[in-house]
Structures are given as C-alpha cells and as structure tokens.
C-alpha cells in the first residue's frame, strides 16, 4: 500500500515538477512568499485529494466479494441503460435521483456503485460517502 502511494504521489508530482513556473511571475509580487506558499498548498491538497479519493475505486474481484458478502450493488446508469444490460443483482437508481432517495438505502448496508464509464458511480460513492455510507466505486459496469 505505501509503495503504491509513494508511485501515486510521485506520478502527480512528476507533471508539477516539470512545469515552467514562468508564469508565477504575474500571479505573485516580488517579496510575496506567503502568496508563492498558498499556491503550493493548493496544488498539494489537489494531488493529495486525487490520491486518497481513487482509494474508493475497487477492482471486479473485490466488488464481487463485497456483493457476496451482502453489500448492494448499485447502477447509477439512466433507467433505460439498466434495462439493456443490468448486472445480475443490481439495483439501480439514477444519480438525478439519488439526493432525493438517498434516505431510502439502508445506511447499514455496504454499497458498491457502478455506472457506463465510472464517472457518475464515482461521484455517487463520493456523495454516500458524505452522507456515511460504507460505499465503493467500481467504476465502469464492464469491470465488474
């Protein structure tokens, strides 16, 4: 797991170390180390956040075993994308819907999302998350 991270970290870093910074130039005054600061601090907490978030991403076989072991699998997709091509088991509930339902799962239950390409379920397990659910995002339905 460290040594993922630390590849993780050094992969967003790698892109910022290669800037030209040229352009810091017009953003901050001569003198203004606590503007230069900020800016460093925000592009930190950027990579940091898109770290840790991408550990709510979980693989197939992991996705499988949650379900096994009770957790609902949940398809964000519209109701006519869950009709064509369903997994077996799912539930599905739009993420237009899912604010205004969100009290209708069982808060107790592990959630695992999906949806067609990964972005709506990871935006889906991002909000359950918020609101205390155990949920996990697997991304696109073909990775189940």
Not at 103 to 122: F, H, K, M, N, Q
């Amino acid at each position: 797991m460290m040594l993922e991270l630390r590849t993780n970290l050094f992969g967003l870093a790698r892109p910022i170390i290669d800037l030209d910074f040229d352009w810091l130039e017009e953003i901050v005054i001569d003198d203004d180390v606590p503007g230069v600061i900020a800016i460093v601090l925000i592009v930190a907490a950027f990579a940091l956040r898109a770290v840790l978030g991408s550990s709510w991403r979980i693989t197939g076989a992991v996705a499988r075993n949650k379900v096994a072991a009770g957790a609902l699998l949940l398809d964000v997709r519209s109701e006519a994308e869950f009709r064509d091509d369903a997994l077996p088991g799912a539930q599905n509930l739009p993420l237009s819907q899912l604010s205004a339902h969100i009290d209708d799962l069982e808060s107790d239950r592990p959630i695992v999302v999906y949806c067609s390409s990964g972005t709506r379920s990871a935006s889906a397990a991002s909000m359950l998350r918020a609101r205390g659910f155990k949920a996990w995002d697997l991304g696109a339905r073909t990775g189940w």
